[in-house]
């Protein structure tokens, strides 16, 4: 709940940062989640890829606010990888058979 609460003034401090709104805010949001997803051992997995994914994506956001580098293009182009497998993965698991019924 503490995180949640902190997530705007993180995301106010991102924006004046790197002067790119909105996609600094999905990645610490998904960030939240993934930090939420790894206290739960099933869903362990999850938070780590996502966790990961988001670092690398939030990092890019933070190193693309001057002049870019081939370097820092081959790793936000991984975490958009790992990021859309986190969602896939997220979407699988959600809509397996028996997922909400016990």
Do not use: C, E, H, K
Not at 17 to 43: H, P
Not at 70 to 82: C, D, E
Request: proline share 4%; hydrophobic share 60%.
């Amino acid at each position: 709940m503490g995180l949640a609460s902190l997530l705007p003034l993180a995301g106010i401090a991102v924006l004046f940062a790197t002067n790119l709104q909105g996609r600094s805010g999905l990645m610490g949001g998904g960030l939240v989640l993934s930090v939420l997803l790894l206290g739960d051992r099933t869903f362990r997995p999850l938070g780590y890829l996502g966790a990961v994914a988001n670092l690398l994506l939030l990092a890019g956001d933070f190193a693309t606010s001057g002049a870019g580098s081939p370097l820092v293009a081959s790793l936000i182009a991984v975490g958009y990888v790992m990021l859309l497998v986190w969602f896939v993965w997220i979407a699988v698991w959600f809509l397996r058979p028996g997922t909400f019924t016990r």
